[in-house]
């Protein structure tokens, strides 16, 4: 069984910066791609961004330079650095990972940004 536990959302003003976290657990030899999705209410889930072992990036355009996605490949975790964050912004964030062909989702994370 894998698990993705998430940590580091909350409250924030527009213009400020949260740091996301996540890390992976349970039994299995490697990650793969891991990746950080949003849901805001109404709206379909969608990439926010990914990274590959090797450190591929894809990132949404909403979110390109102001996002960092990074990960550390030893301990199975993935983090997102959100700065310049904006009302827009606000969702619940899901961490996800593909371990041999099966996808995993953490159980959400609420980024709330006020404007």
């Known amino acids: 069984q894998v698990q993705l536990v998430e940590s580091g959302g909350g409250l924030v003003q527009a213009g400020g910066s949260l740091r996301l976290s996540c890390a992976a657990s349970g039994r299995f030899f490697s990650v793969g791609v891991m990746g950080w999705y949003r849901q805001a209410p109404g709206k379909q889930r969608e990439l926010v961004g990914s990274?590959?072992?090797?450190?591929?990036?894809n990132y949404a355009d909403s979110v390109k330079g102001r996002f960092t996605i990074s990960r550390d490949n030893a301990k199975n975790t993935v983090t997102l650095q959100m700065n310049s964050l904006k009302p827009e912004d606000t969702a619940v964030y899901y961490c996800?990972?593909?371990?041999?062909?099966?996808?995993?989702w953490g159980q959400g994370t609420q980024v709330t940004v006020s404007s």
């Open positions: 990274i590959t072992r090797r450190d591929n990036i």
């Open positions: 996800s990972t593909q371990i041999q062909s099966t996808t995993y």
